[in-house]
């Protein structure tokens, strides 16, 4: 029997799990890779073919900022009491003896743009960097907020590396010496002219 003959036992959980996704405009790749499954892991999830474990439903609610009713009644359809999952999600919090992690997922990949808007605030700058499309339109690529003061250091710094591009570029070493160059005999304290030896 193939994979897509096969019952799917969790329909209507898959179908909800896809729901949200397509509803926050997420690839699989984009939700898979937010709770560190693999894409076809979570794709056998949206086809019903496979329930999360508990902690894998928790990380995906957690990803989709569900509200806690819409928690419970995912949890349900997955085949949990909606009240284990409220109720271990209070003893956690509450007891104080579960350690809290935040995976941040940072992507060091240099993005260039084309164009920035600078927004401020009272509380500081908000820079947004744009690239062009094939349309026209400007997508932003990164968005970084800072206080007025690290703003300030942010240009000195951009000042420095383009000073030091636009002045420095050239070969980085010592002239070479001329025939002609004054030595001083240090004994005599006596010119030496080196084109007259």
Known sequence: MSEQQKPAPFKTLGSHLKHLREESSESLAEVSGAVEIEELVLQRYED??????????????????MLEHEASRL???????AEAFGQKMIE????????????????????????????????????QFNQTSGEGNAQPVARLGMSYEQAETVIAELQRALLHHKYLKGPKG?????????????????SINEADK
């Open 75 to 81: 949890w349900e359809l997955a085949g949990y009491k």
């Open 92 to 127: 956690e919090v509450m007891s104080g003896n579960k350690n809290v992690v935040m995976l941040l997922a940072v992507d060091m990949r240099t993005a260039y743009t084309d164009s920035l808007n600078v927004t401020t605030t009272k509380s500081g700058v908000t820079m």
């Open 48 to 65: 019903g073919h496979e329930r999360p474990a508990e902690d894998i439903l928790s990380l995906l609610i957690s990803h989709f900022d």
């Open 174 to 190: 010592l002239p070479s010496p001329k025939s002609d160059v004054q030595k001083t005999d240090l004994d005599s304290g006596d």
